[in-house]
């Protein structure tokens, strides 16, 4: 059988060079006929010089095309009838493609891992958000209000340990576009990209499709990655632009040009009380828990997201012996945090 691994790289030769090292040790022995491909949507000349003594074959496609255009270009060129695709910043950990492809044997049509932040895997990322109506409208009122606030952290807090918890694979739809696995079969019917989406929610788009097509996707824990936190787009300037451009054209297309409409008029009319919603910030210190073994197991949550979702976490069996903290290779970030216990209850943090 063969794989087709298409990895989209901008600016990032070393992640690129890492991101190439693990997937070649993961895939060492297993007896599939790999076509490795590298599309190069930016480098200098540095950059091209690493990039080239990899044992990949590098597409420079002229000019930056996105990462929708980048997967659409590999895709493109490669001919396997499996497809792994792909983020610089994703270091796959010990039997992750395996697992991912067992699934798509198993009749899945589309397969993601279990991400970490960190390689000691103590934080687990969250899933992708569910993508609906009433859920654009729960985190628009989330910023306005703390009752709202902690309502749709309930709702999506249990989305997310649907996913955290899962010990199969499971039917879920909402995967991350770093590192995807899916059948050429499920790419034609579904289509490629779209490259009006030049980053963020190309995936999330192709996924909505996919599922309206009725294919299989499926989130499979025994399948690991380490998912660098804010690398590759800490090196875009623009890349906030082209979210806030892209969750447009996402909403415009998935809800309509009305709903869009109501959105913006409520967030206009709306008090601006997005302070009195904030969670606390995780104090450089680290966090005090409960010296309480009775009190365990504990789940403590992190986000970039002044209203606490989505969040990566933590499950703690008993107390972390001191205070907790960041893994270190996360860096000084600011980061809400909520403690919750095994019930999903906030009980907060001191």
């Keep these: 059988m063969r794989l087709a691994v298409i990895l989209v790289h901008y600016h990032t030769p070393e992640l690129a060079a890492a991101a190439v090292e693990a997937l070649r040790a993961d895939v060492?022995?297993?007896?599939?006929?790999?076509?490795?491909?590298?599309?190069?949507?930016?480098?200098?000349?540095?950059?091209?010089?690493?990039?080239?003594?990899?044992?990949?074959?590098?597409?420079?496609?002229?000019?930056n095309l996105g990462y929708a255009g980048g997967v659409n270009l590999g895709v493109t060129r490669s001919k396997a009838e499996l497809v792994l695709l792909m983020n610089p910043d994703v270091i796959v950990l010990p039997g992750c493609v395996p697992a991912l492809l067992d699934s798509l044997r198993d009749g899945a049509a589309v397969a993601g891992p279990r991400f970490y932040w960190d390689r000691g895997r103590r934080l687990v990322q969250p899933p992708s958000e569910i993508r609906s109506r009433r859920e654009e409208l729960m985190t628009l009122l989330a910023g306005r209000s703390p009752a709202?606030?902690?309502?749709?952290?309930r709702r999506w807090r249990r989305h997310a340990r649907r996913h955290w918890e899962a010990r199969s694979p499971l039917p879920s739809h909402a995967l991350s576009g770093s590192l995807l696995a899916?059948?050429?079969?499920?790419?034609?019917?579904?289509?490629?990209?779209?490259?009006?989406?030049?980053?963020?929610f190309e995936e999330t788009d192709w996924l909505l499709?996919?599922?309206?097509?009725?294919?299989?996707?499926?989130?499979v824990p025994g399948a690991e990655a380490v998912h660098l936190y804010n690398q590759s787009?800490?090196?875009?300037?623009?890349?906030?632009?082209?979210?806030?451009?892209?969750?447009?054209?996402?909403?415009?297309?998935?809800?309509?040009?009305?709903?869009v409409g109501l959105l913006e008029g409520l967030d206009r009319r709306?008090?601006?009380g997005g302070a009195a919603a904030a969670l606390p910030r995780l104090p450089p210190e680290g966090l005090k828990l409960p010296a309480e073994p009775s009190a365990y197991?504990?789940?403590?949550?992190?986000?970039?997201?002044p209203v606490g979702f989505p969040a990566a976490a933590e499950r703690l069996s008993g107390p972390p012996g001191g205070s907790w903290t960041l893994p270190a290779e996360i860096g000084e970030i600011e980061l809400t945090?909520?403690?919750?216990?095994r019930s999903g209850r906030e009980i907060g943090a001191a």
């Excluded at 499709?209 to 989130?219: D, I």
């Excluded at 197991?297 to 997201?305: A, F, G, K, R, T």
């Excluded at 945090?337 to 216990?341: C, H, K, L, R, W």
């Design 28 to 63: 060492a022995g297993t007896g599939l006929e790999v076509e490795w491909l590298l599309v190069d949507n930016g480098s200098d000349a540095a950059g091209r010089a690493l990039l080239e003594g990899l044992p990949v074959e590098r597409i420079d496609p002229g000019s």
């Design 297 to 305: 197991p504990l789940w403590v949550e992190v986000s970039p997201n």
């Design 270 to 272: 709306l008090p601006r």
């Design 148 to 153: 709202w606030a902690a309502r749709a952290r």
């Design 209 to 219: 499709r996919a599922a309206g097509r009725g294919l299989a996707s499926r989130y």
């Design 337 to 341: 945090v909520q403690v919750t216990d």
């Design 182 to 200: 899916l059948r050429r079969t499920a790419w034609e019917e579904a289509g490629p990209f779209d490259e009006g989406f030049r980053l963020y």
């Design 233 to 259: 787009a800490a090196r875009e300037p623009r890349a906030q632009q082209w979210f806030e451009e892209s969750a447009g054209r996402f909403r415009r297309r998935h809800y309509g040009p009305w709903f």
